[in-house]
């Protein structure tokens, strides 16, 4: 009986195993219609891909990057492995328009291939097959290239190469500038619906999940662009968020209260951030300023009222009874 169980689970692994290998075969037999744009930022080190999409789950194809290494976009007829095959290459030494040249002189597909890499010195290369449905094409500037295929114009990458180097604001800012200009330009002749953001830090650190800035991902909405943007503005929120719960463990509370703060101006709809701003100022001594905050906060999410008491145990709000039932008196 447990020789079937293990049979029936290891014919169950496999099928999913054959379906993964079907998925990446067909995703590189078929056209990724897409603008992205790949950026080095020079202020932190910072390597990013933006990416939007008429394709389901674009961000699980067209962006790679890897800290002080490179980013990668590919794209059109997408051959995923010039994404990591991109990244060795710079990581053993090339620039990336060495790593391109070498890429795509060994592609016989590469006709219909659409690729832009940048290297942690900000050096670009990009290749537009001739073969990629129109509108394609590409412009590269300092420290980025923007490419697009199947456009509904073919002034896109024009667009996105001017709102990015205009635009203010931090990589991910700048890159969202570029694609909503994309878009606002015409976008994909099929319409939308996925997109994607990866940055990855200037310095690696040898833990990979330490490296990696932001990585958000839309995968199938009508409106893939205004969720992306919507995704970044929360991922700044919790960024400040989990500052403020280190500085919290570390008994720095007024770290962690100018933190909480700056995470609830992110998100100011979620209530819970509003709530650890609270809880914060009751570790500060300051119950009277504390109590408004909860008070609306527990009108918004009453499942915040029970967890009080449960995080005296935690040291994150004094163990003094007073204090604690005037929090739970609130109206």
């Known amino acids: 009986m447990l020789n079937k169980k293990k049979q029936e689970q290891t014919m169950k692994n496999l099928i999913k195993l054959i379906f993964l290998l079907v998925a990446v075969v067909v995703s590189q037999e078929r056209p990724i ?4 744009i790949v950026a080095y930022d020079e202020s932190t ?5 933006a990416v939007q999409s008429h394709w389901f789950s674009v961000g699980s194809i067209v962006p790679w990057a890897k800290a002080g290494i490179g980013a990668v976009a590919t794209q059109s007829f997408a051959r995923v492995e010039y994404g990591p095959d ?9 620039t990336a328009g060495q790593a391109l040249e070498k890429l795509v002189a060994a592609d016989q597909g590469r006709a219909v291939r659409q690729v832009g890499m940048v290297d942690s010195k900000g050096n670009t290369a990009v290749h537009t097959g001739e073969k990629c449905i129109e509108f394609a094409g590409h412009k590269t500037g300092k420290n980025y290239t923007v490419q697009a295929n199947l456009m509904e114009r073919p002034t896109v990458w024009h667009i996105m190469s001017l709102a990015f180097e205009t635009a203010e604001g931090d990589l991910a ?3 969202m500038s570029a694609l909503e200009a994309a878009e606002e330009e015409g976008g994909d002749l099929r319409g939308r619906q996925s997109a994607s953001m990866l940055i990855v830090a200037g310095e690696p650190t040898g833990v990979p999940w330490k490296d990696v800035v932001l990585d958000l991902r839309v995968e199938d909405h009508p409106e893939p662009l205004r969720q992306l943007k919507r995704l970044i503005r929360i991922h700044k929120a919790y960024k400040h968020a989990n500052k403020g719960d280190h ?10 209260l100018v933190e909480y703060n700056h995470s609830s101006g992110y998100y100011p709809e979620n209530p819970e951030l509003r709530y650890w701003t609270a809880v914060a100022l009751v ?7 504390a109590l408004p ?39």
């Open 247 to 256: 500085y919290m463990e570390t008994g720095e509370i007024e770290k962690a």
């Open 173 to 175: 800012d700048r890159m």
């Open 86 to 94: 991109g990244l060795r290459m710079m990581e053993e030494g090339l």
């Open 283 to 289: 570790g500060k001594g300051r119950l009277d300023e």
């Open 33 to 36: 219609s897409t603008y992205s």
């Open 45 to 49: 080190g910072e390597l990013g891909v």
């Open 293 to 331: 905050i909860f008070r609306d906060v527990f009108r918004e999410a009453p499942q915040l009222r029970a967890l009080t008491p449960r995080i005296v145990p935690s040291g994150l709000i004094p163990d003094d009874p007073s204090k604690l039932d005037k929090i739970l008196k609130l109206d």
